[in-house]
């Protein structure tokens, strides 16, 4: 497993602007991915972080609203661009070190937009 | 039709009961099966790997059933700190690294 830092840890924001969510791993890991978890849903793939090239998006997710950063084996980084209510929702930062094995998360950010 | 389907529930049941839980699975071409824990507010956290034998984790027991597409959870001797979402997840076939989330089932152990 991984310790998996995550912030901000919550964040009420104002509709229009956009937060930059943080995930450090306290080890090089082959696999990052971003999750959205909407109240009451299971978690939603948004994207893969792809260290030193740009990230792959899921289905219904695009750069421009959700813009992400991987420099290393270590970080990444999840934006939410131009924020609106409906973007108000659990971020999670989530690593994994093979194929097809487990993964695991960052304790999470809460996002309200108001 | 779902690709993880779990029911809901919730599962409202005393301390000291088993409770099973269910869970389908569409891509017969999965080859991994975890179950994780949600409590409220926290992040998701691997309960246990599901292995084609059939594993168990103290009072915690997973059998995968390959022909049938599905996968349970059983869990003896509840305690009132079982009390949590419990997610299904299965891999991705199409994908060497993706996970697929079902939608939880909520467990209440009471006094």
């Known amino acids: 497993s991984a310790v998996i830092s995550q912030k901000p840890s919550r964040d009420i924001c104002q509709r229009g602007t956009s937060l930059t969510i943080q995930c450090q791993v306290d080890?090089?890991?082959?696999?990052m991915f971003w999750y959205r978890q909407q109240p009451g849903q299971s978690l939603t793939l948004i994207a893969t972080?792809?260290?030193?090239?740009?990230?792959?998006?899921e289905s219904g997710f695009v750069i421009d609203k959700f813009p992400i950063s991987r420099p290393n084996l270590t970080f990444s980084t999840l934006t939410v661009s131009n924020m609106s209510p409906e973007d108000s929702s659990i971020y999670l930062c989530s690593v994994g070190f093979q194929m097809n094995t487990e993964a695991f998360f960052g304790q999470g950010t809460r996002l309200t937009v108001v | 039709r779902k690709e993880v389907e779990q029911d809901p529930g919730p599962f409202n049941v005393p301390e000291g009961a088993t409770v099973a839980f269910n869970c389908t699975y569409s891509n017969s071409a999965s080859q991994s099966f975890f179950w994780y824990r949600q409590d409220c507010r926290k992040e998701p956290k691997l309960l246990m790997s599901v292995y084609s034998s059939g594993n168990e984790d103290g009072r915690f027991t997973a059998q995968l059933n390959r022909a049938s597409q599905y996968i349970s959870l059983l869990i003896r001797d509840s305690k009132l700190s079982d009390s949590a979402t419990y997610l299904c997840?299965?891999?991705?076939?199409?994908?060497?690294?993706?996970?697929?989330f079902g939608s939880g089932t909520r467990l209440l152990v009471r006094p």
């Open positions: 997840v299965v891999n991705d076939p199409d994908s060497s690294y993706k996970l697929i």
């Open positions: 080890s090089q890991v082959t696999m």
């Open positions: 972080a792809n260290q030193g090239s740009e990230a792959t998006y």
